[in-house]
């Protein structure tokens, strides 16, 4: 995403069941569906994995406090409709791979 200097990538990879960090690992069903990144969008939802419920995009990115217009440029990752992904917050809870394959999402900053 040229907009905020950052290269978003998907990619299977092989997790052992020691893999202590599962936040940006999803499961290897999710991946047939097309995976679109895209800035958020008012009234999307996301369900955090340390969270009972999920909650509306903009009030978790109120309560990280991001504002303006980076607010306006967060990166997510949708399968569908449904955000799977949110930068800062991981992939959603029912979504995570929890051993096996999964799909990694990675995060780097974008060269110039």
């Given at each position: 995403?040229?907009?905020?200097?950052?290269?978003?990538?998907?990619?299977?990879?092989?997790?052992?069941?020691?893999?202590?960090?599962?936040?940006?690992?999803?499961?290897?069903?999710?991946?047939?569906?097309?995976?679109l990144?895209?800035?958020?969008?008012?009234?999307?939802?996301?369900?955090?994995?340390?969270?009972?419920?999920?909650?509306?995009?903009?009030?978790?990115?109120?309560?990280?406090?991001?504002?303006?217009?980076?607010?306006?440029?967060?990166?997510?990752?949708?399968?569908?409709?449904?955000?799977?992904?949110?930068r800062?917050?991981?992939?959603?809870?029912?979504?995570?791979?929890?051993?096996?394959?999964?799909?990694?999402?990675?995060?780097?900053?974008?060269?110039?």
């Open positions: 995403m040229k907009e905020v200097g950052t290269v978003i990538e998907a990619c299977f990879s092989k997790m052992n069941h020691d893999a202590a960090n599962t936040e940006c690992v999803l499961r290897p069903e999710i991946a047939q569906k097309e995976l990144v895209r800035n958020w969008r008012p009234g999307d939802r996301f369900w955090p994995a340390h969270t009972k419920q999920a909650k509306k995009i903009k009030e978790l990115l109120q309560d990280i406090h991001i504002s303006g217009e980076e607010k306006r440029l967060w990166p997510v990752i949708a399968a569908g409709e449904e955000v799977v992904w949110v800062g917050l991981g992939v959603r809870r029912d979504f995570q791979a929890k051993k096996g394959t999964g799909v990694l999402i990675h995060e780097s900053p974008l060269r110039k």
